[in-house]
């Protein structure tokens, strides 16, 4: 299937793409992307939680009444957590919450998200631009041209595209993101209403997903 390639003024040229016919045809997986994404947000995690636990407390240890006669239940330890301020039972504790994710689940569930997107026709591809300075509002006009202002953006690129210019033009607008094209994943894939791809990047793409 061909589509069509528009430069930075949102306008059709010459240029078309043509994506394999398998690759549009399969089916995406949902459980691989749900797995993937999963996998990307637990690697996000800092686990650095800590509660403390009764044998971390600072407080005396002498029995705080006496074991029988007083008509409640026994009690020993302030410390202990039944009491206020005393020690979290089973309080977090710091932790890594990665997990490993075999290559080609990963591989599969970019491959879906990218389906997703060519089915929904949220899938642009750009003609080759670049920025001689980083100026968020070039780039604003950019989104404008190709109508992605008010979406969810997410640009691919490849590494030839002079990328760091356009990266931090882009850094001050919260619904857009340029990556290059190995740093694709599915989570952010999955999570822009509009991918724009690079026309030096498809290649790497398609590599990146087959």
């Known amino acids: 299937m061909d589509f069509a390639v528009v430069n930075i003024q949102g306008k059709e040229t010459s240029k078309k793409i043509t994506l394999p016919a398998d690759l549009l045809e399969s089916t995406p997986n949902d459980h691989v992307i749900w797995l993937d994404v999963k996998h990307y947000l637990a690697a996000q995690r800092q686990g650095t939680h800590k509660a403390k636990e009764k044998s971390e407390m600072a407080y005396s240890t002498k029995k705080i009444k006496k074991q ?6 026994r009690a020993g330890s302030i410390k202990s957590g039944v009491f206020v301020g005393g020690g979290r039972i089973f309080g977090p504790r710091p932790r890594d919450y990665s997990f490993k994710l075999n290559k080609k689940v990963k591989q599969l569930a970019r491959k879906s998200a990218v ?15 670049s920025l001689d300075t980083p100026k968020t ?3 604003i006009k950019i989104l404008k041209s190709l109508k992605v202002d008010e979406a969810k953006t997410l640009f691919l690129l490849s590494n030839d595209d002079n990328c760091s210019n356009i990266h931090l033009s882009s850094r001050n607008i919260p619904n857009a993101k340029v990556l290059t094209v190995n740093e694709a994943n599915t989570y952010e894939i999955i999570n822009a209403d509009k991918l724009v791809v690079g026309v030096k990047a498809v290649d790497s793409l398609l590599d990146l997903i087959s």
């Open 137 to 139: 509002k070039e780039f």
């Open 68 to 73: 029988k006669g007083t008509g409640g239940a």
């Open 115 to 129: 389906v997703y997107k060519a089915k929904e026709n949220s899938l642009i591809f750009l003609d080759d631009f």
